[in-house]
């Protein structure tokens, strides 16, 4: 099958590219930034031009689209809707121009908001910031779609946090932090969170591929959910540093901390790796339902305790 993977040079699309090869497909990478993996496989262009993206649909069978603006505090926040729901009007328009009917997008679980309790696919859409927003409304546009196109095959994927080997997301900055000694537990540590390990959502996106005609909702998490104290021995049962005594703050003084930096770097143009979005996201509870990927038949090739182990392995040992 002729493949075109948007974001395919980021860490999820890296991994994806990769296993798509080796099941035997035709990949086409479509990304601002030239894969460094498979630069053989890599058309340069922006999700916002509509003119390019419709050139690199030729021939294309099915596309999966990860392509978006997912940093924290983004600025302008309307690069969030400028690539992230205007992508999706391009590929529509270029899927269009094509005839290409079926379309695999990476939405999140952002849609559904801070501590939204255990969200399922039909749980109230409550997005806390610009990213759960737009992407959300790129749902919408490809819901349009699929709506005026007979035969059209839409699967929309809400994955929660993705970790793994190669990854500089929030998980790893997580990780780094316990293994130089400088995590400080903000909050009980109680709070549960829904995670997945990439080469799972990597194996779910390819199976995916073989969907029927239809529209299709599924989040994306590996069970059981683990809460952050959890996740800390865990991690340090890897490192080999079990025993080492965690510290805990209330969260009232971490969610102060996060706010002070905010304001220093609004004074210094700065990024800092602690800011209040990331110490209310760090001590929500976002935990999601997938129980509907049963009806794929779905099985993860990883268990998520698994999935800890050869990340931390990977990068800190």
Known sequence: MNILVTGGSGFIGKNLVSELLKDGHRVVIYDKRKCDVYPEFCTVGDIRDQKKLTEALVGIDAVYHLA??????????????????????????????????????????AVYGFNAGESDENSSIKPFNDYGKSKYEAEVVFNNWAKGENTACLVIVRPTVIFGEGNRGNVYNLVKQIASKRFIMVGDGKNKKSMGYVLNLVRLLIKLLHTSSGKYVYNFADKPDLNMNEFVRITLRVLGNEQRKKIHIPYSIGLFGGITFDLLSKVTKRKYSISAIRIKKFCANTVVNSERLNETGFIAPYQLIEGINRMVSKEFL
Do not use: C, M, R, W
């Open 68 to 109: 978006a603006e997912h940093h924290d505090n983004v600025q302008p926040a309307s690069l969030y809707y400028d690539v992230n729901v205007g992508g999706a009007e391009n590929l529509v328009f270029a899927a269009k121009q094509n005839k290409v009917k079926k379309l695999i997008f990476t939405s999140s679980v």
